[in-house]
Each structure stands twice: as C-alpha cells, then as structure tokens.
C-alpha cells in the first residue's frame, strides 16, 4: 500500500518597500509597512527585511532611487528572496523597470490585495468581482509590463510584434470587463431580488476596518458559525442571519473588512457586495481598540463610509478586545482603582464623540455582550416604532 505523501507549501520570502514623502510621514510609513507585513503573511509570504527611503516624490522611472534599488538588489542577491512588494501603487513600466534590475517578482499593494481577494472568494458572487478587479488592474499596467517585449532604440525598425500583442492583449482585457460587468449586473439582480424578498425587518449592519472581529462579534448575536480567523480579509461575502432579542426580530450582516489604502477598483467592483451597508437602516461600527493605531483605522472606515454614502445612518460604536487592551495599558502594580478611572475616563471620551452611542466589550471573553445586545435592542426598537408603527408585537 502506498502511502500518500503530504504536499507542503513553502512560504515565499518577501521584501517591502516604503517611500516617505510630503503626504506620508516616516510614522506613517513604519505603520503601513506593518499592515504590509501583514497583508503579506495573509497571502502567504514571510516578511525578512523592509527598506524605506525618502524622497520629494516617487521617481517615475523605478519609484524608489536608483541607490536605494541597487541596495535592495544587493540584498536579495544570493538569497532565497522570490518577492518585492511595494507599500503604493506602482505603473507598468515601474514594475517592469524595477524587475529588471531586481530579477525577481515585484507586486505592489493593490495587486497584494487583490491575490488575497481571489484565494478568499468563495461565492460566484465575489469571485466575480475580484476578477473584474483583477483586469481593471491590469488594463492600463499592459503597455508597461510588455516593454520586456520591444526592441530597444527608437525611430525605423523599433515597431515590433510587441505593439500588435499589446493591442491584442488590450481587446481582449477590455472585452473580459464587458463580460464580466454583464455578468455581475445579473447576480446583482438576484441579489437585490433576495434583499426585497425580506420583507420589513430592520437591517443592521457590521462594518469595521479588517480583523477586527465583526464575525466573531456576529457569531455571537446571531448564534450561528460564521468564518472568523485572526488575517485580513477573512469575510469577502456577506452573510445576513436573521436574529431575534427579547422577541424582537431583525436582520444582522457581516460585511468586507475596510482597509487603508484599498484599490479604487476594488471598491467599484464591490459596490454590489457593500449595498448591503447602504441599504441598512443602523450600522454597528467595529473597533480594535487594542490597536496601537485604532483611531486611524476608525477615521479609514468613516471615509469610506461617506464614499458609499452611508456615513450619516444610526451608528453604534463597538470597542473589541478589550482584554488585550487592559493587557498591553495596565502593569498588574497598578492600584484598581486607578485602572478603573483611566477606564472611565476612556469611556467617557468616547461616549461624548459617539453622544453615547458606544460600548466597551470583548467578543473573546464574551464580556458585556448583554450591554451590546440591549444597546442594539433600543436602537432597533426606536426605529420599528418610528417606521412601522403598527408592528406593536416588535416592541415588547
């Protein structure tokens, strides 16, 4: 009997890169290349070294300098380094320049993005809509990436094969989009048929930056097993649960984590996924306070909330993981009754910013969920009363 041979999938190793700039500043930059880190591990890769440089603006040719390329290209040469990934968007020829001195594979954060996209798409739905995002990626990247194909000089004799391939390859990404925009339209019309066919519920929404634990939050009010794991991206299609409290019914979603820096095309090709927070009547606004930069990311997902036009529904603000918080702030010296007013006093400035709409939990320990489920109560009742007045069953 043979015995079956386990297939191990080694890690790539990878190197990041960060520019500093007028509108980036090193803090910045530090923090970027850290979530960078991460969304590289998400994919698959292992992080070995970060280079950041600073200058005025990119350079147009290999966005960082032609010293600080040679340094990165020394580093890896030799090593068993297979990637290169840039923290902004890159053009096609960047890309195509850089590889050329580097000799290896170099993506920037968009195209990292978009691979975790497409590993994580599991519904017709999303996988979908990563592809279409894929080739709006692509599209004016092709020139650039076909340089490799051109011959070298100008003038007589330099218009080669290149030049047909790449309006070919042109054609056939644009006729891709077309198809793939056809087909969306069409899953997005059984989608909005399967929004209307629920009826008069409240819809309640979780939004949040990524990994911030909406689905553990959403696997504990709606008692059902939604996918929850600690790496970005983890939820890509939305899942609603009906969920009722104290004979109160409504429906609860758990929706695609927002992330600093997210591809334009990425959020145009998810309006349909992210209707679902447009068309919700509150929103319950995720936070990983033990973050060190949590209010960043807070400020990151309010933005993105005013593109879709949905900044200015009812909003509860949920503070997670509230234990690492305490872990990472309070030393086990510290006198009680001290943690506890620094406790008040962080409860306080964020219940005069949310004029009271917030609450302090932890999904992990299951800490106050019985505050987080009566705060979402009140909010879902006030509306039933004020929208569908004949409903009494709903309010008590």
Known sequence: MLEKKQVVQQEEKAVIVGLIHQEQSERQVQEYLDELAFLAETAGAVTVKRYTQKLAHPDRATFIGKGKLEEVRQFISGRDISLVIFDDELTGSQISNIEKVLKVKVIDRSDLILDIFARRARTAQAKVQVELAQYQYILPRLRGMWTHLERLGGGIGTRGPGETEIETDRRIVKDKISLLRKRLAEIDKQSLTQRKERGEYIRVA???????????????????????????????DTTTRKVVFEQTPFLLSDTVGFIRKLPHHLVESFKSTLDEVRESDILLHVVDISHPQYEDQVEVVNRTLQELKAFDKPTIMIFNKMDLYEEQTFDKWLAPEVKQDMLRQLKESWDLRTHGNSVFISALERRNIDELRKTIMEKVVTLYRERYPYKTEYFY
């Open 206 to 236: 979780l939004v949040g930056y990524t990994n911030v634990g909406k689905s553990t939050i959403m696997n504990l009010l709606s008692k059902s097993e939604v996918f929850a794991e600690n790496k970005l991206f983890a939820t890509l």
